[in-house]
């Protein structure tokens, strides 16, 4: 006779703030991270390449419905960028196309440079990155050794602090703190500052100190994880992330079923909306007088 198996409990619908480790896909921490929580509903927001160590945000069961969201928030980078060789992938993994003394540049031109390019700036992607081109990613085409023609596109770069200017030879070492708008690759701004000196340049290291509220301080590695999967709750990453709206009873059975609110001028983008009792309920979006759900969380 055959016994049933017995039904695994899903875990909490929350958020998992991993500290990704160098050599790491994005979607490797999301398979690893599917073991220790032992479910397979688990998604993160904002791609990290490779190369990059740092914030990473994962969401499971629930919480996958916010990753959309969250990923079009503010992110800070420590960044090393190094002028004088260019590379095929604006970063270290690539291959040397180009090396340029740039030994002679002082310190003043390259500030000049980065206050160039801080602001409101257009950027042209990196050949090798996961924007989609008839269909197909970039990085597919260009290892296969198609030119890929990508548009620029607008972008905002809110801080580009130099912390350290270090000179070796023909290369010059920059290390910078940068905080920038969702879409930024920091790869392109190492080569865009290096091509705008005249000796090219690529990203050496980099690592994310912040997406949105969430820093690298509550971020945990993979092995502290697998010790204790620590899951932050839907409610309280919500209310850590976007601006909070209290509904009455009424209110919240209305949003509860689908329903619009009137707006109370709390921003264009996604306001979480609790019951009285501090229950998610949904993301709302204020357009015009009215605040429509983005995703409804309450059975």
């Known amino acids: 006779m055959r016994t049933a ?21 994005s979607h490797d921490v999301v398979g690893k991270m599917r073991g220790i929580a032992g ?54 993994e690539g291959e040397t196309v180009a090396a340029t003394p740039a030994g002679h540049i002082p310190d003043e031109d390259v500030r000049k440079g980065i206050a160039a390019l801080t602001g409101e ?63 930024t690759y920091i790869r392109a701004l190492a080569r865009d500052l290096g091509n705008g000196l005249g000796v090219g340049g690529h990203l ?32 309280d990453a919500v209310a850590a992330a976007f ?3 209290d509904v009455t009873e009424e209110e919240a059975r209305l949003v509860a079923h689908g329903g619009r609110l009137p707006a109370e001028g709390l921003g264009s983008g996604p306001i979480g909306v609790f019951a009285p009792d501090g229950t998610l309920l949904a993301l709302v979006e204020e357009r015009g007088r009215t605040a429509r759900p983005l995703a409804v969380f309450v059975p």
């Not at 909490?12 to 160098?22: F, N, R, T, Y």
């Not at 050496?204 to 820093?215: A, H, K, N, W």
């Open 243 to 245: 601006p909070r709206r």
């Open 39 to 92: 479910t397979r509903k688990v998604g993160h927001a904002g791609t990290l390449d490779p190369m990059a160590t740092g914030v990473l945000v994962v969401g499971v069961e629930k919480a996958t419905r916010l990753l959309g969201h969250l990923a079009l928030t503010e992110k800070v980078y420590d960044a090393t960028i190094r002028l004088g060789v260019s590379t095929n992938t604006d970063d270290a």
């Open 5 to 25: 198996k017995a039904r695994r409990t899903p875990p909490p619908s929350g958020l998992i703030i991993v500290d990704k480790p160098a050599e790491w896909t």
């Open 121 to 183: 700036i257009t950027q042209v992607p990196p050949q090798v990155s996961a924007i989609k081109v008839n269909g197909e990613r970039a990085y597919k085409l260009a290892r296969a050794g198609e030119e890929v023609e990508l548009a620029a596109r607008p972008v905002t770069v809110y801080g580009f602090e130099v912390t350290a200017i270090r000179r070796e030879g023909d290369v010059v070492d920059i290390d910078a703190v940068i905080t920038c708008s969702s879409g």
């Open 204 to 235: 050496t290291r980099l690592r994310r100190t912040r997406v949105g509220p969430y820093t690298i301080e509550s971020a945990r590695t993979i092995d502290q994880l697998a010790e204790e999967c620590a899951i932050l709750p839907m409610a």
